[in-house]
């Protein structure tokens, strides 16, 4: 088996994957099942090693359209977690056309690389930890104990030295170590759409600047972390770990556009709607494949995977430019949530807010216990409140519990002596008054 099918068979499956977003995410079948499919086919795709056919091979973008709270972003920030791969999330609102007063659509791709690079670094700089460990305990050892001619008794005293600091009791102690210093770079002051100049100028700036050496005093336990993180910089390649990071955002790159419905013309060529279609005209060479220009050199983007979403409560879309929906072929539509929705939302998912609050509250001495006709209520309050205002989804769990803990939150001393028991009486009594209002945005929303 090649290296890059061992590689393969070693990564989640769609339907592990999907598994995966289930403890956090309740429903929206087909939206997981798009994005573990793409996932998937990224390492399929360089599964083939060095056929000719992989450069060919480009992600199948996708669309998710649905109301605000169903799980859009949460289903991208759960990705992000579970793939070792760069991962940035954007919203299209933030850009406007060729970066005028906003920022360049470009800087999307700066980010990817930044993310990318922060990545790598850590895992090369995890490879050579255990070493560096090893060349700091000799350095601290030579700081602790300097004898003048080496014998027997020196060894064994030198053993003795490094038996109290493996055991911790030398932390307090003192060393003289050469700490770098660099002269306060001046800061620039970018305007919108500068981000890439202004990292530049600090980049020259700090370089074209002098660095002094002095020497400190400091406990061993702060000496040891200085003088690991200067043996693991010499230990790790800077080149090396910046082609590795191009690399990895152009083959395994995931950009996440929330909001792209925010930048669809849905009218007459207005400024506003030349403004937005000029953002998607921006944004479309990105997505069909183009070079920028980085601090880390030139990034190719036609095999970065982009997952864009929205609501699409106004546009829809084919109120995109053709173009650009031609680039998001794979559309899903999320479902919005109701009362056995919410259920199973603060009962059976893995962060839970039922059980996040229980564990906020045990930290002040405050037992909270929930019946199953209190979630209950708690769920038909916010499919109600959700029918009346504008829906929200699953966000309105967090504002009606807020709102049903307010006063145990705010006076938590007052609660411990019993159980605090969340049941039917006890949520309509917190929420009766707001329920029964219709004008429940001045209350909760």
Do not use: C, W
Request: net charge negative; no cysteine.
């Amino acid at each position: 088996m090649s290296k890059e099918k061992e590689e393969l068979s070693g990564q989640l499956t769609p339907a592990e994957i999907v598994a995966y977003l289930d403890q956090f995410i309740i429903g929206q079948k087909d939206a997981k099942k798009a994005v573990a499919i793409a996932l998937r086919n990224r390492s399929r795709r360089l599964a083939l090693g060095e056929d000719p056919l992989r450069e060919e091979i480009h992600p199948k973008n996708i669309i998710m359209m649905g109301p605000t709270g169903v799980g859009k972003t949460e289903i991208a920030r759960r990705l992000a977690r579970l793939v070792n791969a760069p991962f940035v999330k954007v919203e299209a609102t933030k850009y406007t056309e060729v970066g005028y007063v906003g920022r360049d659509v470009e800087s999307m791709i700066r980010d990817l690389v930044m993310t990318s690079i922060k990545i790598v670094r850590n895992e090369h700089e995890e490879r050579v930890k255990e070493q560096a460990e090893k060349k700091v305990e000799e350095k601290l050892l030579d700081l602790l104990y300097s004898p003048g001619e080496k014998d027997t008794s020196d060894e064994e005293i030198r053993e003795l030295f490094r038996r109290k600091l493996q055991a911790g009791e030398m932390e307090d102690r003192e060393v003289e170590i050469p700490a770098p210093t660099r002269e306060p770079v001046m800061q620039v002051m970018a305007a919108p759409g500068m981000e890439e100049f202004e990292q530049q100028m600090q980049s020259i700036l700090g370089d074209m600047l002098p660095k002094k050496r002095e020497n400190k005093r400091l406990p061993v336990s702060m000496a040891r972390k200085i003088l690991l993180e200067k043996e693991i910089e010499d230990l790790v390649d800077s080149e090396k770990i910046r082609m590795e990071a191009v690399e990895r955002a152009e083959q395994q790159g995931i950009i996440f556009i929330d909001e792209i419905d925010k930048i669809a013309s849905r009218s007459s060529r207005g400024s506003g709607e030349v403004s937005r279609e000029g953002v998607q005209r921006d944004i479309l060479p990105l997505v069909e494949g183009s070079t920028v220009n980085t601090r880390l050199g030139q990034v190719k983007t036609d095999h970065v995977l982009f997952i864009a979403a929205g609501a699409f409560h106004v546009a829809s879309v084919q109120d995109l430019i053709p173009e650009l929906q031609g680039r998001f072929p794979i559309r899903v539509e999320l479902n919005s949530l109701g009362k056995e929705d919410f259920i199973t939302i603060l009962t059976s998912t893995r962060n839970a807010l039922t059980v996040q609050y229980q564990a906020l509250l045990s930290t002040e001495g405050v037992v909270l216990e929930y019946s199953n006709d209190g979630i209950d209520t708690i769920a038909e309050i916010a499919e109600k409140m959700n029918d009346q205002n504008e829906n929200i989804g699953a966000r309105r769990l967090h504002t009606i519990m807020e709102k049903l803990l307010e006063d145990i939150s705010f006076e938590p001393e007052k609660f411990r002596t019993d159980t605090v028991k969340v049941d039917r009486a006890f949520v309509q009594n917190k929420l009766a008054s707001i329920v029964e209002n219709r004008d429940l945005s001045r209350y909760i929303l």
